[in-house]
């Protein structure tokens, strides 16, 4: 397996359970559940980091470029990585071997 689909699973991974996360953490900012947001917040901003310095790597790596992490910015995460990970992985498939 190369370095980049090893990149991609782990970005797949983080960008899921960061999903998992987004989610009620919306609930819960629009249903005013401060509780569960000052929670959940922390963990997503965690998350949202997390897949910004990886994406950020396979930019370093020149595995992809730049779009990845500005799409995974403007989507908060994990919608953006998603996306970008379909993306390359079908490029990928398409390359030569």
Do not use: C, Q
């Not at 370095?3 to 999903?19: F, P």
């Not at 996360?21 to 919306?26: I, N, Q, R, S, Y």
């Not at 629009?30 to 910004?52: M, Q």
């Amino acid at each position: 397996m190369s370095s980049a689909r090893k990149l991609l699973n782990a970005i797949r991974i983080v960008a899921l359970l960061d999903a998992l996360l987004l989610a009620p953490l919306v609930f819960a900012a629009l249903t005013d559940r401060e509780d569960w947001v000052s929670v959940l917040g922390p963990i997503h901003g965690v998350g949202f980091l997390l897949l910004i310095v990886m994406v950020v790597r396979g930019v370093i790596e020149r595995y992809w470029g730049w779009w990845f992490p500005a799409l995974v910015v403007v989507t908060l995460g994990p919608p953006g990585s998603l996306i970008g990970d379909v993306r390359i992985r079908r490029e990928l498939d398409r390359a030569p071997a």
